[in-house]
Nanobody, 121 residues
Framework: QVQLVESGGGLVQAGGSLRLSCAAS????????MGWFRQAPGKEREFVAA????????YYTGSVKGRFTISRDNSKNTVYLQMNSLKAEDTAVYYC??????????????WGRGTQVTVSS
């Protein structure tokens, strides 16, 4: 059974930082592209960042480029999202997701339950 478990969310002031983690189990982790998505209240879920199976390629949505960094540790089956210079508009539930092949923005096969990030202005 595949499980993705996010952690690291919380309440932070604007300009602050948080690091999200997502621990994966039940899959051959090193074969999977890993992604982070977020969903703000009243909005659709949106792509945030993704990283290839090797970690050699990363992708970001425009609004987080230069502020967020995605990374992975295949020895720990964990993907991270370092979030710096946080803004109120980054407030959302953040989800970890996993897939094999295809583009980096959609059709993820497995999802975590999410972790809340709240940025106070």
């Amino acid at each position: 059974q595949v499980q993705l478990v996010e952690s690291g969310g919380g309440l932070v002031q604007a300009g602050g930082s948080l690091r999200l983690s997502c621990a994966a189990s039940g899959l051959t982790y090193s074969s999977y592209t890993m992604g982070w998505f977020r969903q703000a209240p009243g909005k659709e879920r949106e792509f945030v960042a993704a990283i290839s199976w090797s970690g050699g390629s990363t992708y970001y949505t425009g609004s987080v480029k230069g502020r967020f960094t995605i990374s992975r540790d295949n020895s720990k089956n964990t993907v991270y999202l370092q979030m710096n210079s946080l803004k109120a508009e980054d407030t959302a539930v953040y989800y970890c997701a996993a897939k094999i092949g295809g583009d980096y923005y959609s059709n993820y096969a497995y999802w975590g339950r999410g972790t809340q990030v709240t940025v106070s202005s």
